[in-house]
């Protein structure tokens, strides 16, 4: 039979154009590019084979049979192969991963295995085709290799299907279309004999495929023209899996949204882009990388790597760039990280780095920050306790202490502070101020918050308001910044203080002047919403920041809590005196009753005594105790407080 094999020529030579774009555009050598590589060199081949077999048995006279013989043997097998590399694309594509790559790989290697056996086979018994007088037949088992066919076929549509959440809905669609023109293609070729169209099929699959899948540019940057986030991700994957280590760089340009909003936004791209190539050139291809928030991350595949470009970019980022006219520095931090030393996994890398960021932006200048025994060592102890943390908002694990706040006029405790702590199986009691500050970060903050005056106001239903004889008048509790900023402070507190009958006289809400500066309107009016119902604020921790008196006279506060740290430094140094003694007196002055903080011996009470200040809160007068132990600390130290001069 004469075949016509127009529809292959043309196939290569698409294909062909698919294999120089696939050459020559710049692309990750992930799982999926090197799987669609390998389907497109075996498709390729494929077709050519075809070609040249066409033309040899066209030309059974002059070619000799055993050529014939083994372009049709390199043809079966190459179908084999394609339909089975098909198989592995979509398997990557679906994304298994693990132990059901495995086995789904069983599914797909089996069946080739044995089209393979069937192949070799062929030249032998005549399974696939034979040869007689130079002509070529369809032998026994021809069926077998349209079974094997559709076999795959099959199997490529399950994956799909049963992955349909994973795989986007470009690859559903390219599945629909290779469907249909499997299809068609069939019953084409089944009313056309001699049409030869195998290629046809692979390479609409292989456009497709390339167009919408393998889209160079879903790895490329768009503004620096490197390697974007996921192309990162991907090298990490694949160099965590590998047996060497090595080193990664990150390199964060500070402030760089100050430098964009003075140069303007193409500007600050342009710098961003000459960073890019700057940093291209000196590490090389797949080693460079752009994520969002201004951070360079760059592989070091070896200790002499890693020196040399540290130095390099020590030294490039100490001299100025250069934009339009602008000439202008770029302060960094550089973070250093080393695998499988430090991290073994991509989560562990990006907590990390995260953190050791923050560390390097504290210092507030340009900063190199490698890590080390220690660093990993805390940054685990953190992770541990923002999982402690996350379990206890979830099981209301937190319990609340109380302690007392002495009243120097009335020679008795007037009230209590409410102070959260949270006990964890591993790491014992875990102090406040290591922790709030990470659940202020995430925005934990607020269910602790909500928990702690829950449980504060239960406790003062139960033992204080029924026990007016103890003498507590207010429960102070701190409330963060995070929770000041919501719109409906109001809303979270009044209905948890109508639920327990708590008189909101009875609360003092204690926020520190960080928050109260940090939204000053909206702290404002919570004030005089709440203030309004009758709870009253104190400032905490007066003094411990950028202590402004016109803060005092701007936020209607009832109360002022001098910092313990201002009180210890008093008591040390001479100046550190005279600047507190200064301060109580303005408050005083101003008419605002003043709690002092951190008195732990009778001379220093002595003193802030003989200062004429109003309330101490200290060791001294009582330490944070569980409810039931600080009702009975009470109760017996406010009839005979005397006897309570300790220490
Ligand atoms: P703070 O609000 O300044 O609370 C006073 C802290 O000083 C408490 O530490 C208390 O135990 C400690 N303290 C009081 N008197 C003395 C003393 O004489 N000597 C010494 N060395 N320490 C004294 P604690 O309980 O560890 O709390 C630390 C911080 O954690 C608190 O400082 C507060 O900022 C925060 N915090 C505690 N509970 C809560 C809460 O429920 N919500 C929020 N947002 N923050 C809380
Ligand atoms: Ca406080
Ligand atoms: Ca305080």
Not at 331 to 356: C, K, S, W
Not at 560 to 565: E, G, T, V
Request: proline share 3%.
């Amino acid at each position: 039979m004469q075949y016509n094999y127009d529809f292959e020529i043309a196939s290569l030579l698409t294909m062909t154009i698919i294999l120089l774009q696939f050459m020559f555009i710049r692309q990750f050598p992930g799982e999926k590019t090197k799987a669609f590589g390998a389907l497109l060199v075996t498709c390729m081949a494929e077709c050519a084979v075809n070609i040249l077999s066409c033309i040899g048995l066209a030309n059974a006279a002059l070619v000799p049979q055993f050529v014939n013989e083994l372009l049709a043997f390199a043809f079966f097998v190459l179908e084999g192969l394609a339909s089975y590399l098909l198989f592995c694309y979509f398997m990557v594509v679906c994304r298994y991963e693990g132990k059901k790559r495995k086995l789904a790989r069983l599914l797909g290697v089996i069946p080739f295995a044995l089209f393979c056996v069937m192949a070799v086979s062929t030249p032998f018994i005549g399974f696939f085709y034979y040869f007689k007088d130079g002509a070529y037949y369809q032998g026994f088992g021809a069926g077998f290799g349209y079974v094997y066919i559709a076999y795959f076929f099959v199997l490529n549509i399950i994956l799909i299907v049963r992955r349909r959440n994973v795989v986007s809905l470009h690859t559903k669609g390219i599945v629909s279309v290779y469907a249909v023109v499997a299809v068609a293609m069939i019953v084409i070729q089944y009313y056309v004999r001699g049409l030869l169209l195998t290629s046809v099929g692979n390479t609409v699959v292989l456009l497709m495929l390339y167009l919408e899948l393998q889209n160079p540019s879903e790895h490329l940057d768009s503004v620096t023209g490197i390697g974007n986030e996921s192309a990162f991700e991907m090298q990490l994957k694949k160099r965590l899996a590998g047996k060497e280590g090595g080193t990664v760089i990150t390199i964060h340009l500070r402030k760089f949204h100050h430098i964009h909003t003075v140069v303007g936004l193409e500007n600050s791209n342009e710098l961003l882009r000459q960073v890019g190539a700057y940093l291209y050139r000196l590490c090389g291809k797949f080693h460079v990388f752009y994520a969002e928030g201004e951070l360079f991350t760059v592989f070091a595949d070896t200790g002499e790597d890693r020196e040399r470009i540290e130095a390099a970019v020590w030294k490039r980022f100490g001299e100025e760039w250069t934009v339009q006219e602008n000439r202008i520095l770029l302060n960094i931090e550089m973070v250093i990280q080393h695998y499988p030393r430090d991290f073994q996994t991509e989560a562990e890398f990006f907590g990390m780095r995260q953190f050791l960021l923050e560390n390097a932006a504290k210092s507030g200048m340009t900063v190199s920050v490698e890590t080390n025994e220690e660093l990993v060592e805390q940054y685990h102890r953190r992770r541990k306790i923002e999982l402690a943390v996350a379990r206890a908002i979830q099981d209301k694990g937190f319990g609340v202490y109380y302690q007392p706040v002495y009243s120097l006029r009335e020679k008795r405790i007037v009230s209590l502070e409410a102070l959260v702590r949270l006990y964890d199986e591993e790491l014992g009691y875990i102090s406040p101020e290591e922790f709030i500050p990470l659940a202020e970060r995430d925005g934990s903050i607020i269910h602790i918050g909500a928990q702690v005056l829950e449980e504060c106001c239960r406790f003062l239903s139960r033992h204080v308001l029924s026990n007016l004889s103890l003498g507590i008048r207010t429960v102070h509790v701190n409330i963060s910044m995070a929770q000041c900023l919501q719109q409906n402070l109001t809303e979270t507190i009044a209905p948890v203080l109508e639920k327990y009958h708590i008189p909101p006289s009875m609360l003092t809400l204690e926020i520190t002047e960080r928050t109260a500066i940090t939204t000053p309107e909206r702290m404002l009016w919570h004030m005089e919403e709440l203030g309004k119902m009758g709870v009253s604020f104190a400032m905490d921790d007066y003094g411990s920041g950028n202590a402004n008196c016109s803060y005092l006279i701007r936020f209607p506060f009832e109360e002022i809590k001098i910092d313990k740290d201002i009180v210890w430094a008093a008591f040390e140094d001479e100046k550190a005196r005279i600047v507190m003694e200064n301060e109580i007196r303005t408050i005083q002055r101003l008419g605002i009753p003043l709690i002092v903080e951190g008195i732990e011996h009778r001379e220093q009470s002595e003193m802030v005594e003989s200062l004429g200040v109003d309330y101490i809160q200290g060791y001294y007068y009582g330490r944070p105790l569980p409810e039931q132990e600080c009702l009975r600390y009470v109760r017996s130290f406010n009839s005979v407080p005397e006897n309570y001069a300790r220490q």
